[in-house]
């Protein structure tokens, strides 16, 4: 079969999402397309398990940046999920929303419908929170929540009693009325397992007789018609082109890399970027790629007086010991996040909303520049601290650097190139310090590993941040939403402006980015993307 009603390209945290919603009623044939393998290896299914990816070509793209100028020249990683779940499947599990105000701020830039009361339902609609059916949770969704609370390793009580003590606040549910204050973060896992929309969305769906599912098959364009109709893609699969047709729309959810990316190579974009590659231009829009917006951190490693994670995961017997209480019971530190504690704070007085973002880990670790290096604990009992800018303003663009689909694009995020983000870099420093000056942190810190005592004054926090900062991996905004075709890409029902039967489910649609981690944003934007899809095309 080559004609579907719907083709989905892509099969990450939307993809999946969609891919079940619009098989549901089994009215509608729908075709899943994903550039990336098959799931298969344990390492998807245990938490623990994206070290084990990181570094992985089989199932991560594994892409650079450009050198960034105001990052000391470096080219920072930015690894992508390649696989069935995309970058679900091997992030770290965080499961934050986001600020109310983040959605607010995404209608009144010109999308109704999209403002925090609009998207609650569709969070809601997402879990299975343990909390149950209330004013901002439900029981009844397919992604399973773990609270940590009773979980996490015994010294984020310190860090919670920090926050107390430093009057910061402490916060029982970053998913509720506030974002504000110190806490321990909710994570999507299921009883142990990852619960990733591919766990928890696709597989219940792959035996829907009108739902095909199509892996390693690298999507190389979008094909219109003379009314500039999408009707078809053109797909690399088994060292052969082949040509899938929709007769009700295609759907890019191919994250904020891979929808512009296949959008340029389909002749839809900048004249300029597509002539300097060959490309006919089919339609100008040029803002395709434009908006790029990551959160980027950087780590304080701390040794402690303590036992931390450090201790369990170097040691061969705890190794063994946490494999076999995982293996029995599906519980102990290999069914967790690593990234436990943390909470959302005002960098200064200034702040009308909480903008820095901090990780307490339990753990200290240093991520190895070489993709063949193991990742390990630190060598000593330990944890980190790490802070990232809840809303960077800096700005960047991804863009083909070829029109062969199989290479990879060029990624500029213009780190830290606003003003305001390097403030935020010295507010998020001072904020670190701050918290490990209290007398909780106190009493189970031996010593600053790193920086230390050559990093004190602002210059000095800023260049350290610049020599060590990283991306966080949420890349969002490429192909973001809004109403003017000169500025955005999709109009508020993600429909690509001047393009029929083409809209755009993922992250790239986000006009900023959100406060927190972002695989629930994306999550929900999917859950509402299929409803207006669906809604569309109700025959009955």
């Given amino acids: 079969m080559t004609n579907y009603d719907f083709i989905i390209v892509g099969a990450g945290s939307a993809g999946c999402i969609l891919a079940n919603r619009l098989s549901a009623s089994g009215e509608f044939s729908v075709l899943l397309l994903e550039a990336g393998p098959e799931d298969k290896s344990p390492w998807f299914k245990v938490p623990v398990g994206f070290a084990k990816t990181y570094y992985h070509p089989t199932y991560n793209y594994m892409y650079y940046t450009q050198p960034q100028s105001e990052m000391a020249g470096r080219c920072l990683y930015t690894p992508r999920g390649k696989v069935l779940g995309g970058s679900g499947s091997i992030n770290a599990m965080i499961y934050v929303r986001g600020n109310r105000q983040d959605f607010d701020d995404w209608q009144a830039q010109g999308n109704p419908g999209w403002g925090y009361k609009d998207v609650l339902p569709y969070f809601k609609k997402l879990e299975s929170h343990p909390f149950g059916d209330d004013d901002y949770h439900a029981s009844q969704g397919l992604i399973g929540i773990t609270r940590m609370q009773d979980k996490a390793h015994p010294i984020c009580q310190d860090f919670l009693a920090a926050a107390k003590e430093l009057s910061l606040g402490v916060n029982n549910d970053f998913n509720g009325e506030s974002i504000a204050g110190a806490g321990i973060y909710d994570v999507n896992i299921r009883k142990g397992i990852r619960d990733s929309s591919n766990q928890a969305y696709l597989k219940p ?149 909480p903008n820095i973002q901090l990780y307490f880990n339990p753990m200290s670790y240093q991520i190895p520049k070489d993709p063949n290096a193991k990742m390990q604990p630190e060598p000593y009992s330990g944890f980190l601290v790490a802070f990232n800018a809840c809303r960077p303003t800096s700005k960047g663009s991804i863009r083909i650097s070829s029109a062969n689909p199989n290479v990879a694009p060029v990624i500029q995020p213009n780190y830290l190139s606003t003003e305001q983000d390097k403030q935020e870099a010295i507010q998020g420093s001072r904020l670190i310090r701050k918290f490990m000056d209290s007398t909780a942190l106190q009493a189970i810190t031996e010593a600053e590993v790193m920086p230390g005592d050559e990093v004190q004054n602002e210059e000095e926090m800023l260049q350290f941040y610049r020599e060590n900062a990283g991306s966080i991996y949420h890349l969002c905004g490429t192909c973001a939403m809004g109403p003017d075709p000169q500025q955005h890409v999709v109009n508020h029902q993600l429909k690509v402006h001047g393009i029929q039967a083409l809209r755009v489910v993922d992250a790239s649609i986000f006009p900023n980015i959100t406060s927190g981690n972002i695989n629930a944003p994306v999550m929900m934007v999917a859950e509402k993307g299929a409803d207006l899809i669906l809604a569309d095309h109700q025959t009955s």
């Fill in 205 to 353: 769906a792959k035996k829907r007789p009108n739902l095909t599912i199509k892996t390693i098959a690298q999507v190389s364009k979008v094909h219109l018609d003379d009314e500039l109709r999408a009707t078809s893609v053109e797909v690399s699969m088994d060292e052969q082109t082949l040509t899938y047709s929709a007769s009700k729309e295609i759907i890019l959810a191919g994250g904020a890399i891979g929808t512009p990316k296949i959008l340029q190579l389909s002749g839809i974009g900048e004249p300029k970027l597509l002539a300097q590659h060959g490309i006919p231009l089919r339609h100008e829009l040029p803002s395709v790629g434009e908006n790029l917006q990551d959160h980027h951190c950087v780590s304080y490693f701390y040794k402690a007086k303590v036992k931390t994670l450090n201790d369990e995961f170097r040691s061969i017997l705890g190794q063994i010991k946490a494999g076999i209480q995982y293996a029995l019971t599906r519980s102990g530190p290999l069914s967790l996040s690593v990234n436990q504690a943390g909470g959302f704070f005002k960098g200064d007085d200034n702040s009308l909303e």
